[in-house]
């Protein structure tokens, strides 16, 4: 079956680095767009960042532009989330999602979801 794992959380202190990992397997990795979305609690899932099939394109949430990257290495069914400037509102759940359309990887269009994983930044 499909999984997705994602790991790479942590706590740091805000202006810290982490960069976070998905791995896929059970699925052909290339032929879907990846996408990071985050939850802090009591909030709504929110997008972060996504990639399409094969990298050539990529898109940011405003409040991640020019701190977050997103990447992808389809030989290693990965994707990554390299972020830098952390900031306290930067804490939540960040999830990784696979969708196999290859256009804006939005939260409704995710065909498989990973478990999460936690990131808190404090002051």
């Known amino acids: 079956q499909v999984q997705l794992v994602e790991s790479g959380g942590g706590l740091v202190q805000a202006g810290a680095s982490l960069r976070l990992s998905c791995t896929a397997s059970?699925?052909?990795?290339?032929?879907?767009?990846m996408g990071w979305f985050r939850q802090a609690p009591g909030k709504e899932r929110e997008f972060v960042a996504c990639?399409?099939?094969?990298?050539?394109?990529?898109y940011y949430a405003d409040s991640v532009k020019g701190r977050f990257t997103i990447s992808r290495d389809n030989a290693k069914n990965t994707v990554y989330l390299q972020m830098n400037s952390l900031k306290p509102e930067d804490t939540a759940v960040y999830y990784c999602?696979?969708?196999?359309?290859?256009?804006?990887?939005?939260?409704?269009?995710?065909?498989?979801w990973g478990q999460g994983t936690q990131v808190t930044v404090s002051s």
């Open positions: 059970g699925l052909t990795f290339s032929s879907y767009a």
């Open positions: 990639i399409r099939r094969m990298g050539s394109n990529t």
């Open positions: 999602g696979a969708d196999r359309a290859n256009g804006v990887v939005r939260a409704t269009s995710v065909d498989y």
